[in-house]
Nanobody
């Protein structure tokens, strides 16, 4: 069983930055693709970014490219999401998730098996 715990959310002004962390339990976390999703009130959960097990490849949704960076430290069983130039439309609950893929990066939440409980990110204008 894998447990994921997100941290680092909060309230920030537009243009500001935050770093989200996702700490995982379980020895297998570092062997699979990990991703970040977000869900705003009244909207579906959407893909934000993901990273392969080695960190060699990453994928981002278009709206966060050039602003967000996903990374991982498998020795610490942790995945990070560095968010810069934040916009009010980035406001959402951010979730960390682990898939059962190692090198293929899925964007559908249905392809992710383990989920954290989320951390709130609020960007004020």
């Amino acid at each position: 069983q894998v447990q994921l715990v997100e941290s680092g959310g909060g309230l920030v002004q537009a243009g500001g930055s935050l770093r989200l962390s996702c700490a995982a339990s379980g020895r297998t976390f570092g062997s699979y693709v990990a991703g970040w999703f977000r869900q705003a009130p009244g909207k579906e959960r959407e893909f934000v970014a993901a990273i392969t097990w080695s960190g060699a490849r990453t994928s981002y949704t278009d709206s966060v490219k050039e602003r967000f960076t996903i990374s991982r430290d498998n020795a610490k069983n942790t995945v990070y999401l560095d968010m810069n130039s934040l916009k009010p439309e980035d406001t959402a609950v951010y979730y960390c998730a682990r898939s059962n893929y190692m090198t293929t990066i899925p964007v559908s939440p249905d392809e992710y098996v383990f989920w954290g409980k989320g951390t709130q990110v609020t960007v004020s204008s």
